[in-house]
T-cell receptor
């Protein structure tokens, strides 16, 4: 069974731009979560989607948004990028909201 | 109250030794405690998880010990191997749909484990 697939693996953007990251969950998984990983703040929850609806949201500004499609694939968008948005963005999928989370290898975003 | 505190930040163990990583939490609504292993360039991989109705869970060389009254849990890696060298994260989550932690994992800060051959 294929794991969680995130694209692209690496991104370099300029401050002020926007970016869209993509995530394909494990087949059959209906819940998708997004986490930001930085050396200083560690792993922090961004949001979770189930059946195309956002079920929970972390403490991030409104510049961070996401969505889930009917095939459970998910995208997250960051607008007006700031230098502090440089991080590894991890997508995780699970069968349901309370099921074990399985992470992808992430998208490394660098904002210059 | 949402924090999970993990220690030590780094740990060096000789091959064959026991690695012990500890975590403490405050939120009594947490009722699911997984451990993740992360190698450089990879995402975290689920190692083992426990719920508070048991005090210990063992899977191969990996054991979680859970102390509900102390609000602490720990990961023990027996017979540590160089291939175990990675960053380990503890985490916690609540199944209470009304809780703010519902559906999301709160992670500890991570422990960098180095196993010397």
């Amino acid at each position: 069974k294929a794991g969680v697939t995130q694209t692209p693996r690496y991104l370099i953007k300029t401050r002020g731009q926007q970016v869209t990251l993509s995530c394909s969950p494990i087949s059959g998984h209906r819940s998708v979560s997004w986490y930001q990983q930085t050396p200083g703040q560690g792993l922090q929850f961004l949001f979770e989607y189930f059946s195309e609806t956002q079920r929970n949201k972390g403490n991030f500004p409104g510049r961070f948004s996401g969505r889930q499609f009917s095939n459970s694939r998910s995208e997250m968008n960051v607008s007006t990028l700031e230098l502090g948005d440089s991080a590894l963005y991890l997508c995780a999928s699970s069968l349901r909201i309370q099921s074990p989370l399985h992470f992808g290898n992430g998208t490394r975003l660098t904002v210059t | 109250q949402q924090q999970v505190k993990q220690s030590p930040q780094s740990l060096i163990v000789q091959k064959g030794g026991i690695s012990i990583i500890n975590c403490a939490y405050e939120n009594t609504a947490f009722d699911y405690f997984p451990w993740y292993q992360q190698f450089p360039g990879k995402g975290p991989a689920l190692l083992i998880a426990i719920r508070p109705d048991v005090s210990e869970k063992k899977e191969g060389r990996f054991t979680i010990s859970f102390n509900k009254s102390a609000k602490q849990f720990s990961l023990h890696i027996m017979d540590s191997q160089p291939g175990d060298s990675a960053t380990y994260f503890c985490a916690a989550r609540t199944s209470n749909a009304g809780g703010t932690s519902y559906g999301k994992l709160t992670f500890g800060q991570g422990t960098i484990l180095t196993v010397h051959p």
